[in-house]
């Protein structure tokens, strides 16, 4: 089944402690992204990666960090947590070329973040 | 200035009835991708809809449709024949091209069927 898988779904934890949220595509997509979703904010893009080793800055990428090293893994890291990254946080991919905007992202499940 | 407008926080529309969600948009790039995104209490985001900057048609989908109207910079999502399951936030998003395909999304619209 075509799928992105987020990992963990739900995590609490305290400031300042490192954590990693893992995101995985098994489509062989190209273009990952991941976003964090506020209350009367909508979704804002932290970064995304139109290929291995390419990433980018969205919108948000402060305090976040990203790296992809494999096609299908797109892990997002936050070395040091603070309350204000309390959030739901999206992973998402598409076979999105560079030249090509007409293809929709498939998103992860979504992983609930609480920074105490 | 705001890449994805969306102006409705809430909107109610009776069961069947037809129901329209506004989107405006932002953006100087003469190719870009216009998409709107279900996201029922449950969570998940659901890909309804998509249309290009160069399409020539508005874009359907079985009950759902865009409402393209490009010198206006909007991209309205009609939805017909509501029916409960209808009832979800509606995120409206663009990626432009040329500007590193990032995309945007606006705030949302929630949407409540009534029967």
């Known amino acids: 089944e075509a799928q992105v898988t987020q990992n963990p779904r739900y995590l609490i934890t305290v400031t300042g402690k490192k954590l990693t949220v893992t995101c995985s595509q098994n489509?062989?997509?190209?273009?990952m992204s991941w976003y964090r979703q506020d209350p009367g904010l909508g979704l804002r893009q932290i970064y995304y990666?139109?290929?291995?080793?390419?990433?980018d800055k969205g919108d948000v990428p402060e305090g976040y960090k990203v790296s992809r090293k494999e096609k299908r893994n797109f892990p997002l890291i936050l070395e040091s947590p603070s309350p204000n990254q309390t959030s739901l946080y999206f992973c998402?991919?598409?076979?999105?070329?560079?030249?090509?905007?007409?293809?929709?992202?498939?998103f992860g499940d979504g992983t609930r973040l609480s920074i105490l | 200035a705001q890449k994805i407008t969306q102006t409705q926080p809430g909107m109610f529309v009776q069961e069947k009835e037809a129901v329209t969600l506004d989107c405006t948009y932002d953006?100087?790039?003469?190719?870009?991708?216009l998409f709107w995104y279900k996201q029922p209490s449950s969570g998940e985001m659901i890909f309804l809809i998509y249309?290009?900057?160069?399409?020539?048609q508005n874009a359907t989908e079985g009950r759902y449709s865009l409402n393209f109207q490009k010198a206006r910079k909007s991209a309205n999502l009609v939805i017909s024949a509501s029916q409960l399951g209808d009832s979800a936030m509606y995120f409206c998003?663009?990626?432009?091209?040329?500007?590193?395909?990032?995309?945007?999304f606006g705030t949302g619209t929630s949407l409540t069927v009534i029967p």
């Open positions: 998003a663009m990626r432009e091209v040329q500007h590193d395909n990032q995309f945007y």
């Open positions: 990666s139109m290929n291995v080793e390419v990433t």
């Open positions: 249309q290009g900057s160069y399409d020539q």
């Open positions: 953006t100087s790039d003469p190719s870009y991708g």
């Open positions: 998402a991919s598409s076979s999105q070329t560079a030249r090509y905007s007409n293809q929709p992202q498939h």
């Open positions: 489509m062989n997509h190209e273009y």
